[in-house]
């Protein structure tokens, strides 16, 4: 955990968060006081946030790209994990080589 720092309860009791509790994109929490005394603020957003990195544009671009590779063809089919490993290992192989040259 981070070091605790203060709050100040401003008038009508309006706190304003630090820039870094904040999460870019999210404006509205959920909050539940818990037994001790704590509070807990809960984001609210369309898309949890342990997937938000699918949204990002870079992800995307990546998935266009894979969608555009198996539309075209280029793509291979294994029967197993074996084959796969071995492709994989003979393409560094190969590589290296060309690289020593």
Do not use: C
């Amino acid at each position: 955990m981070s070091k605790q720092k203060t709050l100040l309860l401003r008038n009508r009791n309006q706190v304003t968060l630090p820039k870094e509790m904040l999460i870019e994109g999210v404006h509205e929490y959920e909050y539940e006081k818990l037994s001790d005394g704590t509070f807990r603020l809960i984001p609210l957003t369309a898309i949890p946030l342990s997937q938000r990195y699918f949204w990002t544009e870079r992800w995307q671009k990546g998935e266009l790209q894979a969608s555009e590779d198996l539309r075209a063809g280029r793509y291979k089919d294994y029967d197993d994990v074996e084959e796969l490993i071995r492709d994989l290992n003979s393409g560094r192989k190969s590589s290296r080589l060309k690289k020593a040259r």
